[in-house]
Nanobody, 126 residues
């Protein structure tokens, strides 16, 4: 069992930046691939980015590539999402997710993840 708690959401102007954090419980954080998803009003939850167990490999949705950066600190049991050059279309609830590593290098589907945080809301004003 893994518990995930997101923080760092809020209201920002277009072009601004936010840094989200996801703190994980347990002593086996480094065994999990981590991901960020987001869900805008009236839309399905969509993939944003993922990072492998060691932090050596990352993958991004085209919509955020070049603007968002995922990273992790296994000693702190925390994964981060640095969001720069924010756009109004980035407005959504952002969810942190954990997947027990099983060989695949990229996890982009919701049903691939085993644990989810409660979400943190990001609103980007225009």
């Amino acid at each position: 069992q893994v518990e995930l708690v997101e923080s760092g959401g809020g209201l920002v102007q277009a072009g601004g930046s936010l840094r989200l954090s996801c703190a994980a419980s347990g002593r086996t954080f480094s065994s999990y691939a981590m991901g960020w998803f987001r869900q805008a009003p009236g839309k399905e939850r969509e993939f944003v980015t993922t990072i492998n167990w060691s932090g050596s490999s990352t993958y991004y949705a085209d919509s955020v590539k070049g603007r968002f950066t995922i990273s992790r600190d296994n000693d702190k049991n925390t994964v981060y999402l640095q969001m720069n050059s924010l756009k109004p279309e980035d407005t959504a609830v952002y969810y942190c997710a954990a997947k027990k590593a099983s060989g695949a290098t990229r996890y982009t589907r919701r049903d691939e993840y085993d644990y989810w945080g409660q979400g943190t809301r990001i609103t980007v004003s225009s």
